[in-house]
């Protein structure tokens, strides 16, 4: 590998993103392997770096998502409450129902010539948890899955089930109430809290992780409208056949698929708006770049260009994203081809003086049946 001063670049020397096998319990199993690094990495997202009051806040934030849990029944609740007494701090509770990042997804024929390739990049507003990125190799009686995640989030945001089927989530739009985005968020989440049988996009998809064989069990499933969403949500599929690609748009029990297809240029991306265009919503675009800023609705729409752009030829991670799917709020760059069962995971943090975050660690595998 060759050094460079590029804040973005993916060439230079970087520390490998460990790979763990876990149990039933993944989250509570990665933070006994580093305990002391899942205060420091809790301890720096929710400091005053990601927002101002959120220090002062979060006892009571921690206190309402885990009545919340209660009051739904969720499936994974006690896996979250052993990483709470772990943690020995609020925040575990809030952490695992937050759903504030932006991201740019897409799926295509890989140019390559096997399968489907997925490209993805996670934004997330909260400071300093790029570094603290790990993967999770989780056994289950359909078949193993990888996911990219952090010790004590007990969902899945972004993952790979080789030989079945890549997805990942987008933050859907803002749902529009009185049309000022801060009310309207308020009212949307204060309207979460008081319903009752909703799910989090990140826990269902954990279970579809678990639990389907294939392609299309994944997204029967995503799309089953049984599923009351807690908040809207944007699914992305990548299969192993090269026409087994699609978007999922969820709105509480409401679902739209979109699959790749000649309509799409074999290529289907989707960033924070909805790609069907009479469901109502706002886009969202909270991060920065070293361009002139877009606006929210151009910002998407350029984000969701570049992505599928970066789907014509061979992908290098970070290094090969412009602006502004690239930006002040990148924590992650994945690409993932689940027939061929290789998957690349890249870290990104901030850089002190800087706009755009670097690569700070990077991890290529290749799935076998030999454990890890």
């Known amino acids: 590998m060759i050094g460079s001063a590029d804040p973005t670049t993916n060439r230079e020397e970087v520390p ?9 319990r993944p989250s509570v199993d990665l933070m006994n392997r580093d305990l002391a690094r899942v205060q420091a990495l809790v301890r720096e997202a929710l400091s005053r770096r990601s927002h101002p009051l959120l220090p002062l806040a979060i006892r009571v934030a921690d206190r309402v998502s885990r009545a919340w849990l209660i009051r739904q029944g969720n499936p994974y609740l ?3 409450k052993e990483a709470a007494a772990l943690l020995g701090r609020p925040g575990a509770y809030f952490l695992n129902v937050c759903y504030e990042w932006a991201c740019s997804t897409s799926v295509a024929p890989d140019p390559a010539g096997q399968g489907v390739r997925m490209i993805r990049v996670l934004d ?3 400071a300093g948890i790029g570094r603290h990125v790990v993967i999770a190799r989780q056994d289950t009686p359909v078949g193993t899955f990888y996911n990219p995640t952090w010790p004590g989030f007990a969902g899945v945001v972004t993952g790979m ?14 749902v529009p109430v009185l049309g000022v985005a801060g009310l309207d968020d308020g009212i949307v989440r ?13 826990h269902l998809l954990r279970r579809v992780f678990e639990t389907a064989p294939d392609y299309r069990s994944a997204v029967a499933q995503l799309s089953d409208d049984g599923a009351d969403l807690a908040m809207p949500a944007l699914f992305s599929l990548a299969g192993t056949g090269r026409k087994e690609g699609c978007v999922i748009e969820a709105f509480r029990r409401r679902r739209r ?39 929210a609705e151009a910002n998407n729409r350029e984000r969701r260009r570049v992505i599928c752009a970066a789907q014509e030829g061979a992908f290098r991670g970070a290094v090969d994203l412009p602006e502004p799917a690239l ?17 690349t995971v890249e870290a990104l943090d901030p850089v002190p003086g800087r706009i755009l975050p670097r690569v700070v660690a990077r991890r290529s595998l290749r799935h076998s049946r030999r454990k890890s």
């Open 257 to 295: 698929v979109h699959p790749i297809s000649a309509e799409t240029a074999d290529a289907v991306g989707v960033a924070n708006q909805w790609l069907s265009s009479d469901l109502e919503g706002r886009a969202r675009d909270h991060s920065r770049t070293t361009q002139r800023a877009l606006g």
């Open 161 to 174: 089930a080789p030989g079945r089927f890549a997805a990942a989530i987008n933050q859907a739009p803002r």
């Open 190 to 202: 204060l309207r979460m809290l008081g319903a009752r049988g909703r799910v989090p996009a990140t």
């Open 124 to 126: 997330w507003g909260l």
């Open 78 to 80: 006690h896996e979250i």
């Open 16 to 24: 490998e993103i460990p790979v763990h096998a876990v149990a039933d």
């Open 327 to 343: 930006n002040s709020h990148t924590v992650m760059v994945m690409a993932a081809n689940p027939r061929t069962g290789e998957m």
